[in-house]
């Protein structure tokens, strides 16, 4: 789970996990 809390989600949950 690779999420940047100092970007908004911009692409859904799903998206940003792959990243």
């Known amino acids: 789970m ?3 809390p ?3 989600p ?3 949950n ?3 996990t792959e990243l």
């Open 2 to 4: 690779k999420i940047m």
């Open 6 to 8: 100092k970007e908004p």
């Open 10 to 12: 911009k692409f859904p």
């Open 14 to 16: 799903s998206s940003i």
